[in-house]
């Protein structure tokens, strides 16, 4: 019996603001919810993320991680995430490319340095 459940990456952002512009009104994530310590001041602050099936956890807090940190994500048609994101003037770091271990992968960085990489699993 396996008790594993689900892996969920958190990523360090600077600045919780600058950090849910990008990934809500560009990346289409919906945040459900968030944590601060104190409501009137933006940071630090913990959010979850959702798009589809997948979530990201983004932390401003002083201990949680270090930029850079990279998710990679599962997709079903990178190519299909790329048009839509083009069309959001998102800058994209690789375009969509077939990798010679047979997935179709993107990868996009964030603001501050956390890269997502979109991946699509090739049938063998």
């Known amino acids: 019996m396996s008790n594993l459940l689900l892996t969920v990456p958190m990523l360090h952002v600077a600045n919780m603001r600058s950090a849910l512009d990008f990934y809500c009104d560009r990346l289409g994530f919906i945040k459900t919810s968030e944590y ?13 993320l959702q798009r589809d099936e997948t979530g990201l956890h983004l932390s401003s807090f002083p201990g949680d991680g270090r930029p850079g940190g990279v998710a ?14 083009a ?11 077939d990798q010679s271990w047979g997935n179709r992968e993107m ?18």
């Open 87 to 97: 069309g959001r003037g998102v800058e994209v770091g690789l375009e969509p490319v």
């Open 36 to 48: 601060r310590p104190h409501s009137d001041v933006e940071d630090p602050a913990y959010v979850i």
């Open 107 to 124: 990868y996009i960085g964030d603001p501050d340095g956390n890269q997502l990489r979109y991946t699509q699993p090739r049938a063998s």
């Open 72 to 85: 990679v994500i599962f997709v079903d048609d990178v190519d299909a995430l790329h048009r839509e994101f």
